[in-house]
């Protein structure tokens, strides 16, 4: 059995306790802190977002077909 399957989900007044704690912890900081959540966020996106165009990238490079030269270095 797994351990987690205990604590079941979190409800209304699980939440509603967690936010007064969460405001008694840091007062008048909690929007400066929010405002750093929420960068931090949009950051991750944004370089999830950079990883998955290079890994795009380097896909369609590799399975690019190579063009021939000609041996004799005419134009056809």
């Known amino acids: 059995m797994n351990p987690l399957m205990l604590f079941g989900t979190?409800?209304?007044?699980?939440l509603l306790?967690?936010?007064v704690v969460a405001l008694l912890l840091f007062g008048s900081r909690l929007p400066e802190v929010m405002h750093s959540l929420g960068r931090s966020v949009v950051m991750f996106k944004k370089g999830m977002r950079d990883g998955e165009?290079?890994?795009?990238d380097i896909r369609s490079e590799i399975e690019r077909p190579v063009e021939q030269k000609p041996a004799d270095g005419s134009k056809t």
């Not at 165009?53 to 795009?56: A, C, D, R």
């Open 10 to 14: 979190i409800g209304t007044g699980e």
């Open 53 to 56: 165009n290079e890994l795009h």
């Open 17 to 19: 306790l967690i936010l």
